[in-house]
């Protein structure tokens, strides 16, 4: 199974950057479609982004659209996430994971969760 450590977070103001790293371990994911996905306080997770194995095609949430950019490195086993012009409803807990299958309503994911890295956007 694999293991899947998130990092990059922090706390930046409205209009920043963040790149967030998913770093795997215990098996390869280059095999795998690999998304992000976040939790704002009182909400349900939600999917944000995604980045299919072979094609390197991307998904996106509507709300992140232009903002966030979804990129993999095979050979580091690494999942990256640049957010750009970033708001205070970006604001959530960022994990990423192994996606199970997409459709037009976004991604669905497959296994454990990490421990997630924290994204705060101040106003």
Request: hydrophobic letters at 35%; charged letters at 20%; a positive charge.
């Amino acid at each position: 199974q694999v293991q899947l450590v998130e990092s990059g977070g922090g706390l930046v103001q409205t209009g920043g950057s963040l790149r967030l790293s998913c770093a795997a371990s215990g098996r390869t994911i280059s095999r795998s479609t690999m998304g992000w996905f976040r939790q704002a306080p009182g909400k349900e997770r939600e999917f944000v982004a995604a980045i299919m194995w072979a094609s390197k095609r991307t998904y996106f949430a509507d709300s992140v659209k232009g903002r966030f950019t979804i990129s993999r490195d095979n050979a580091k086993n690494t999942v990256y996430l640049q957010i750009d012009n970033l708001k205070p409803e970006d604001t959530a807990v960022y994990y990423c994971n192994v996606v199970s299958s997409c459709s037009s309503d976004g991604c669905a994911s497959l296994g454990s969760w990490g421990q997630g890295t924290q994204v705060t956007v101040s106003s």
